[in-house]
């Protein structure tokens, strides 16, 4: 079965930075799509940022290019989300999540490709 524990995460004013972590346990295949959703209060849960374990195919929103970086970490299979330059915008509640195989550009975003998710970290912002 697997297991997504997320960690970090916090409050930070606008312009900072933070880190957050995915640890992932109970894996069967090597090729899995990892990726970090965010829902704000009232709005629909949106794609941030996915890589596809054991390649150098990462994703991520326009929204985020330039300030947020996913990266992974395969001995360890962790995923971390380094997010810079945070803005008021970012504050939401951030999830971890797991497809049993590679996402690509056309899925790596819909909520429908991923199998499993962490128990979410708030993120807020303030200005």
């Known amino acids: 079965q697997v297991q997504l524990v997320q960690s970090g995460g916090g409050s930070v004013q606008a312009g900072g930075s933070l880190r957050l972590s995915c640890a992932a346990s109970?894996?069967?295949?090597?090729?899995?799509?990892m990726g970090w959703f965010r829902q704000a209060p009232g709005k629909e849960r949106e794609g941030v940022a996915a890589?596809?374990?054991?390649?150098?195919?990462?994703y991520s929103a326009d929204s985020v290019k330039g300030r947020f970086t996913i990266s992974q970490d395969n001995a360890k299979n962790a995923v971390y989300l380094q997010m810079n330059s945070l803005k008021p915008e970012d504050t939401a509640m951030y999830y971890c999540a797991a497809a049993s195989y590679w996402c690509g550009y056309g899925n790596w975003y819909d909520r429908g490709t991923y199998n499993y998710w962490g128990q979410g970290t708030q993120v807020t912002v303030s200005s």
């Open positions: 109970g894996f069967t295949s090597s090729r899995n799509c």
């Open positions: 890589v596809n374990t054991g390649s150098i195919s990462t």
